[in-house]
């Protein structure tokens, strides 16, 4: 596990040009540059909100304001550094703020920037491996992709785009808070007002596919989804082992259902995996299917085990960036198998502009390939990015909870040629904060903002929220159900981990928090969450 990097107020030097049109995992923004900071000067973030809960009140009953774009935050008056605090954390970044009494050359850093995510592929497999009685490796665990596993009830915007909203609660550790920022894009549009479908499915047969719950739930999973798309979406299939082989060229589904089971049903598990090949042909098959209005899309179904050919993600999809490019052909990757590649598929899809899931039962297949089609297919937004301000007169220090790979140099916030996340409709995005406030603050904490590309015309977009200290006064477990939720994924991934998140109960009561809160919200998936929990702390003890 990777130890966190405390960030000091005179740590600021070193430039970040090379940081420019790309993202850079695990980055760790430095201070800006003079012409930055007389930039930051000009602005100012004294502006005062309140913070929204689930149902858009923060925990004091008020509304969270969403404005326009996210101001330039104002600097905290010249400061020394701020002592370490006793003890470090297992993930995620923390920094702190400068206290506001002591001379300083340049402010502290107080600006939090990263990539939006929705990928939920990290819990799915957690909480398979735990089915099979092993605890997952630490490594594959992202907690922000815990966090993002379950639905919350965020105000949605119309048409595309985001809504803003933030609360937050006391963590149970002295001076310690939650600050929680969700972002909503809107509903599906009905199946049949929906821009048509031209899907090339990539498809791993080698031959560890041949085991239970791998090729055969593929195959099921998509005969059900060929009797869902409608007659006017396009349907490729790609398959490969040692090879790649076009088995279905970008064929109409109407007329030809038949035509494309047949095709389906004839998968068989061969030999080795290259994955390289798979990819490349597949891309290839989707450029010359792409179709003008359609949401043009590549779908890898595999256990992600690559052992034939490239098998480093960066380099296998250097090989197809005009594609993604010229035609803004996206990644979906569905992985499968007790086995799971998870750090191939999670840095493809990364790099592929797209996003993953991980699926081990018909249930969660047909959830994923059918009833969810049109969030994995669609887009509403590209390169989004969200920025969280803190406010250096109320906040001492701050940790993003997740997200190390999805990490943004804070001056990239508004370079549009930087690699932001790709959000369909319908989907809710979370990010969580541990925040510690200076001993008697009061007023504004934090402006919380997200810009984003429209999925068409590419033009950009910002919407924010505010929040204030008011608004983590109660205590998380008596927070709305939203909250809580967020948190017991939170402690959970920090527990497998080894972390040290702020007033982290021990598993029995986590689970036992998880339970009360099935109970309260009949979710069968929070369900789910408390039975992943206990089966953790059997394993660990």
């Not at 007659?231 to 790649?244: I, M, P, W």
């Not at 090989?319 to 499968?336: K, P």
């Amino acid at each position: 596990m990777r130890p966190d990097s405390e960030h000091r107020a005179g740590d600021r030097d070193r430039t970040r040009a090379a940081a420019r049109a790309r993202r850079r995992p695990r980055a760790r923004t430095r201070a800006r540059a003079a012409g930055l900071l007389t930039a930051v000067l000009v602005g100012g973030l004294l502006v005062t909100g309140c913070a929204g809960g689930s149902d858009g009140s923060s925990s004091d009953g008020s509304k969270a304001r969403r404005t326009g774009p996210l101001p330039a935050p104002a600097p905290a008056r010249p400061s020394a550094p701020a002592p370490t605090a006793p003890g470090t954390e297992a993930d995620g970044e923390q920094r702190d703020i400068a206290p506001t009494d002591t001379p300083s050359p340049t402010p502290a850093d107080y600006l939090s920037t990263f990539a939006l995510d929705v990928d939920t592929a990290s819990y799915g497999y957690a909480r398979r491996t735990l089915a099979d009685g092993r605890l997952p490796d630490p490594k594959t665990v992202r907690p922000e992709e815990f966090i993002n596993s379950f639905r919350q009830d965020y105000p949605r915007p119309e048409g595309d785009g985001f809504s803003v909203t933030a609360d937050g609660a006391r963590a149970g550790e002295e001076g310690w808070s939650f600050l929680r920022i969700g972002l909503a894009t809107g509903p599906a549009a009905p199946a049949s007002e929906r821009p048509p479908a031209a899907l090339t499915f990539v498809i791993d047969v080698s031959g560890s596919m041949a085991e239970t719950g791998r090729l055969d739930l593929v195959k099921q999973s998509l005969g059900v989804m060929t009797d869902q798309l409608r007659s006017d979406d396009s349907l490729a299939l790609v398959t490969f082992s040692d090879t790649a082989e076009t088995v279905l060229p970008m064929t109409r589904v109407g007329g030809s259902r038949g035509r494309v089971h047949d095709a389906i049903d004839s998968l068989e598990p061969r030999s080795s995996t290259n994955l390289d090949a798979g990819v490349r042909t597949g891309y290839d098959t989707a450029v010359e299917g792409a179709r003008p209005g359609a949401t043009n899309r590549v779908v890898l179904l595999s256990d992600a085990l690559a052992n034939t050919g490239e098998t480093d993600a960066d380099a296998i999809l250097d090989r197809i960036s005009d594609a993604r490019r010229e035609h803004g052909i996206t990644l979906f990757g569905v992985g499968v198998g007790s086995e799971y590649g998870d750090a191939l598929m999670e840095r493809l899809a990364d790099k592929g502009d797209g996003h993953t899931t991980y699926v081990s039962t018909p249930e969660e297949a047909r959830k994923v390939f059918c009833d969810e089609l049109p969030q994995n297919i669609e887009l509403r937004a590209r390169e989004a990015k969200a920025q969280v301000a803190f406010d250096p007169q109320t906040v001492l220090r701050f940790r993003l909870i997740g997200y190390d790979d999805r990490q943004v140099a804070d001056d990239d916030y508004r370079d549009d040629r930087v690699d932001g996340g790709e959000v369909g409709p319908d989907h809710t995005v979370t990010a969580l904060y541990a925040v510690r406030l200076r001993p008697g603050a009061s007023g504004h904490v934090a402006t919380a903002g997200v810009r984003w590309l429209d999925p068409d015309t590419r033009s950009p977009h910002e919407e924010t929220a505010q929040i204030e200290a008011s608004a983590l006064d109660t205590d998380v477990w008596r927070s709305n159900h939203g909250l809580q939720l967020t948190a017991t994924a939170a402690y959970f991934a920090d527990a497998l981990r080894q972390g040290a998140l702020p007033g982290a109960p021990t598993l029995p009561q986590l689970a036992s928090r998880a339970d009360e809160l099935a109970r309260a919200t009949e979710d069968k998936d929070v369900r789910q969450l408390a039975e992943a929990i206990r089966r953790a702390d059997g394993l660990q003890n």
